[in-house]
């Protein structure tokens, strides 16, 4: 089964940008869709975004749509989420997932794994 591990989140400033990184183990990131969600402190989970393996089609979340970028590259079993004008409501746990059986990404972004998390604090 797949192991994921993110890295990339700290403190950012307002308005800055970030870069996630989510490396997958245990399986063939080729044959995969991928995807983001986060969960803020006392909030629920809400996906960010997905890729969807088949055809590529790529989904955001509507607050997030025109400054997040998701991309992958299979060679490496590494995908991205790039972020900019970073807001304070952008503070969470980001987590990255995937889905497996060759099973395409839908608008709700619910994965089978997941990682353990990396913490985004967007704050001056």
């Known amino acids: 089964q797949p192991h994921l591990v993110e890295s990339g989140g700290g403190l950012l400033q307002p308005g800055g940008s970030l870069t996630l990184s989510c490396i997958v183990s245990?399986?063939?990131?080729?044959?995969?869709?991928i995807g983001w969600f986060r969960q803020a402190p006392g909030k629920e989970r809400e996906g960010v975004s997905c890729?969807?393996?088949?055809?590529?089609?790529?989904h955001y979340k509507e607050s997030v749509k025109g400054r997040a970028f998701i991309s992958r590259m299979n060679n490496k079993n590494t995908f991205y989420l790039q972020m900019d004008a970073l807001k304070a409501e952008d503070t969470a746990d980001y987590h990255c997932?995937?889905?497996?059986?060759?099973?395409?990404?839908?608008?709700?972004?619910?994965?089978?794994?997941w990682g353990p998390g990396t913490q985004v604090t967007v704050s001056s």
């Open positions: 245990g399986s063939n990131l080729a044959d995969l869709s």
């Open positions: 890729m969807n393996l088949s055809d590529g089609k790529r």
């Open positions: 997932g995937v889905l497996t059986d060759r099973r395409p990404c839908t608008e709700t972004m619910i994965f089978d794994y």
